[in-house]
């Protein structure tokens, strides 16, 4: 198991990204640990009445020069509202780096994956991305919202590697969902993984398809967590050999036929 | 200097009175990097069964206002998969006294488990978990009748020599009753309080929002409820109290010594700051030195009435 940290960050900047979703740089005290693409923190919530537990969020983006990292935010309830208040120089205390990444060895997931997010799942991609690149392989983004609006960060992603999208209302991209884009579709056989993080919905259908083209496929889930670093059991997904494997210790990332769909 | 040390009893001297709680704590090993997990005066490992248990279906926690509900349902690889696979890494930890909390769905099970824990010699103690249903009655939890609580009490008191902690459940008309059952079989001591029987919905979609409907509250919401009921028991039993429940600060670990405990156990707020024992430990020992206490017994039963 890697070396975690309960750490004080002071919060950099805060900015909203569209109507629903906010992005916080969070600035370490001294020198930023190494952090995978994929993992996740446990994000300690001002004190309030109505939320009480961390919140599991990704790391979307990390700076190991300005040893910063940044979290791209919902809000979907309380916990989510309440961190979307937090002001430049307060305080914000984060368990991390939690869970298992993405596997990013390009001599078992090929040189051109194609990475698939959709809605807020799209944050722990960026960094996948970027660290994809760096090592000389070739990914491809797929990007999937309800509407342009809520296509996020699409123009960070382009400015990575190649970037499409979809959207139901045909706002931008593609018209309809990421499993009808020509990349699902007709021109699948040009990847050699998938990496996925998205509603569950989309998450299933994607390994549906990954399966029966037999192209090898992460998912990444968000189930519901209490402590995030294996204590609890509260957050477990059942996998094929029968057993509930925690999501935090055990993933957030799984081989999509590991996972009972 | 103020002696933290607590004396349970029956070979059990803890270096303070702070553990942790089943079932929140792992076995300790989970927050080995957030936390001296050693400097505990105890820690109170899962819900150990003779067999493995998968636990519920997902989902199994609802948040609720300073609170959440759980229902893990005593998800364990089994004692001998404990015995084998987990003990000999828990010898690390010299200071801290390591318990396994015992769970079991009839007596006979109850009783395989502790012998085989009793085996263990770097353990010096089990918490007997009788809010567990008892199946072959019906399905009714061992912790809420006198008699039933009484009776597996009884029956792993004739196999387990060591510390015994009986834990109670919330979940009945009279803690006394049962508390006083208990400490006739033959505890050592007892704990309280388990998780409050509660459920939640979501009204989106007018479903529960647990798999099981049900499930146990824990976390600061029940703190209050808890230390009335530590009190009552306190006032009740000779054999020493340990209380728990929605402890999430020093002042409430105090609120519980006062109220009679002689040590107590921290288990949801382990999930908002894993460092959270140690610092009840050490706010323990500020609040003692400043009201020129000596001891944590000089303390314990102070309240004034
Ligand atoms: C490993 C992991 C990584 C995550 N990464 C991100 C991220 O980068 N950005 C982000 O915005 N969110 C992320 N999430 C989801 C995030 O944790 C939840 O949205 C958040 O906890 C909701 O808290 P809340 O108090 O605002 O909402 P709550 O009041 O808890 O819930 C409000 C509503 O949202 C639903 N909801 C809550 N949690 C989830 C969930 N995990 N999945 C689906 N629906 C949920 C509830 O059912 C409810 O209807 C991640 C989750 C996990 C487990
Ligand atoms: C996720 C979770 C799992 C638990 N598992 C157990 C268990 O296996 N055995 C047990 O006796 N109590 C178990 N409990 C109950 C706690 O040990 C404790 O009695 C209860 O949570 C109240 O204390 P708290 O409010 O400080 O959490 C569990 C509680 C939680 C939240
Ligand atoms: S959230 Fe506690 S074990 Fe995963």
């Known amino acids: ?261 | 200097m103020v002696d933290l040390k607590v004396n349970l009893g029956n070979n059990l001297v803890l270096n303070n009175p702070v553990m942790t709680a089943s079932g929140t704590f792992g076995y300790g090993l989970e927050y080995d990097d957030f936390t001296d997990v050693d400097r505990l005066g105890g820690i109170i490992v899962k819900g150990t069964t003779l067999n493995p248990r998968e636990g519920n279906a997902y989902p199994r926690l609802a948040e609720t206002r300073q609170g959440m509900i759980n229902a893990v349902g005593l998800q364990n690889k089994g004692v001998d998969h404990f015995c084998k696979v987990i003990y000999p890494e828990l010898k690390k930890y010299t200071k801290t006294k390591v318990l396994v909390n015992v769970s079991g769905s009839c007596i006979e099970d109850y009783v395989a488990c502790a012998e085989r824990i009793a085996a263990l010699d770097h353990i010096p103690g089990i918490e007997l978990n009788i809010s567990c249903p008892n199946v072959k009655q019906g399905g009714m939890s061992f912790g809420t009748v006198p008699e039933m609580a009484a009776k597996v009490v009884e029956a792993v008191r004739k196999v387990y020599p060591k510390h015994l902690i009986v834990k109670m459940t919330p979940n009945v008309t009279s803690v006394v009753d049962i508390a006083k059952a208990i400490e006739g079989a033959g505890a050592d001591s007892v704990s309280l309080v388990n998780t409050f029987l509660s459920m939640a919905i979501d009204i989106k979609t007018r479903r529960p929002i647990l798999s099981t409907i049900t499930g146990g509250m824990s976390g600061a919401a029940i703190k209050p409820i808890a230390l009335r009921m530590v009190w009552q028991v306190a006032n009740a039993v000779k054999i020493p109290v340990v209380g728990l429940g929605g402890i999430s600060s020093a002042s409430d670990a105090i609120e519980f010594i006062i109220a009679g405990a002689s040590a107590i156990e921290i288990g949801t707020a382990n999930f908002i700051n894993p460092n959270i024992g140690n610092e009840v430990v050490d706010g323990i020992a500020d609040y003692l030195a400043a009201n020129n206490m000596k001891s944590v017994s000089e303390l314990r039963g102070s309240l004034i009435i």
Not at chain 1, 42 to 59: G, K
Not at chain 1, 231 to 250: P, S
């Open chain 1, 1 to 261: 198991m890697h070396k975690r940290y309960s750490t004080d960050f002071k919060v950099a900047d805060i900015r909203t990204v569209n109507s629903s979703c906010y992005q916080l740089v969070l600035q370490h005290p001294d020198t930023l640990p190494e952090v995978a693409p994929g993992q996740f923190v446990q994000v300690q919530l001002p004190d309030s009445a109505t939320s009480y537990l961390r919140r599991p969020i990704s790391i979307h983006d990390a700076d190991f020069k300005a040893n910063t990292m940044t979290l791209l935010i919902r809000r979907v309830g309380n916990g989510t509202e309440l961190l979307s208040h937090v002001k430049p120089g307060d305080t914000v205390n984060l368990l991390y780096p939690l869970g298992n990444g993405f596997n990013l060895d390009t001599k078992q997931i090929g040189n051109s994956p194609l990475l698939i997010g959709g809605g807020v799942g799209i944050a722990p991609l960026f960094m996948a991305a970027k660290h994809l690149k760096a090592v000389g392989a070739n990914p491809t983004v797929l990007l999937g919202a309800r509407n342009v609006e809520d296509l996020l960060k699409k123009d960070d992603f382009a400015a990575v590697t190649t970037t499409e999208c979809t959207t139901e209302d045909a706002s931008f991209g593609t018209k309809g969902f990421v499993t009808d884009h020509v990349y699902m579709k007709d021109e699948l056989k040009r990847f050699t993984s998938i990496i996925v993080c998205g509603p569950m919905p989309m998450m299933r259908a994607i390994a549906r398809v990954a399966e029966a083209n037999n192209i090898p496929c992460q998912v990444s889930l968000e189930n519901k967590m209490a402590c995030g670093i294996g204590a609890c059991l509260c957050c477990v997904t059942e996998t094929i050999d029968g057993h509930n494997t925690c999501v935090c210790t055990g993933g957030p990332v799984f081989d999509s036929k590991s996972v009972k769909w």
